[in-house]
């Protein structure tokens, strides 16, 4: 069962390896993950994934789409087209948000590998 009978569920795949999914049961989550995974180029550890999946709610309601307070609220007056537009662009938002947070902890990695050389050098 959907989570929001009115609202059909969508997924976005994204160049870099996200994906999100609006309004999508855990069972088709969980098997459209299963179908991808064996078409993935270095993927990320799995503890990684995990530790930076978002979950974020969603509403249809009056006025401008917004995020407020951690939740998206969607115009309920847009067209079926321009409602799908306004989702790709959270979409977008919230890939490139773990896209980021991704990088910050390869960086974080890294520095922490090479954190003796200053000292090293030192010698």
């Known amino acids: 069962m959907l989570a929001k009978p009115n609202d059909y569920g969508l997924i976005f795949l994204f160049r870099e390896g996200s994906i999100v999914f609006w309004n999508v049961e855990d069972k088709t989550v969980k098997r459209t993950m299963q179908i991808l995974e064996p078409h993935e180029i270095q993927p990320y ?3 990684l994934v995990h530790w930076e999946n978002e979950e974020i709610n969603y509403r249809i309601s ?10 998206i609220s969607l115009n309920s007056n847009l067209e079926p087209d321009e ?3 306004e989702k790709f662009a959270f979409s977008n938002a919230l890939s490139l948000s773990v896209k980021l947070a991704i990088w910050e902890v390869s960086l974080d990695n890294f520095v922490e590998s ?3 050389i200053p000292e090293m050098l030192k010698a």
């Open 45 to 47: 550890e799995i503890a």
């Open 62 to 71: 009056d006025g401008h789409s917004k995020l407020h307070r951690g939740e």
């Open 83 to 85: 409602s799908i537009l």
């Open 114 to 116: 090479i954190q003796f």
